[in-house]
């Protein structure tokens, strides 16, 4: 559900004020990539893969966001194989 909600609350500005120009809703990947590392911190690598996603389609050059797809995406994927091996354990 947390997820969900950081979704929501990132994406609907942008659909709310789709008509609005460029100044107002920023074409650059700096809100992507804050709430990603916060997401990445939290744990909720699923969240913060789509974030870090969301920054490198708007700015395909950035260093940060490419590293934190990666991170997140290898983070999510050794988590999900560490529940798995302990599901099977029970």
Not at 43 to 58: H, K, N, S, T
Request: proline content about 3%; charged content about 20%.
């Amino acid at each position: 559900m947390k997820k969900i909600m950081v979704l929501i609350a990132l994406l609907l500005p942008a659909v709310l004020l789709a008509s609005v120009t460029e100044t107002v809703i920023p074409s650059t990947s700096h809100a992507y990539l804050a709430a990603a590392g916060s997401a990445l911190e939290d744990g909720d690598f699923d969240v913060a893969l789509l974030l870090y996603e969301e920054a490198v389609a708007r700015d395909p050059h950035s260093l940060v966001a490419l590293a934190g797809r990666l991170i997140a995406s290898s983070e999510g994927r050794s988590y999900r194989l560490t529940v798995g091996d302990n599901a099977s354990l029970n």
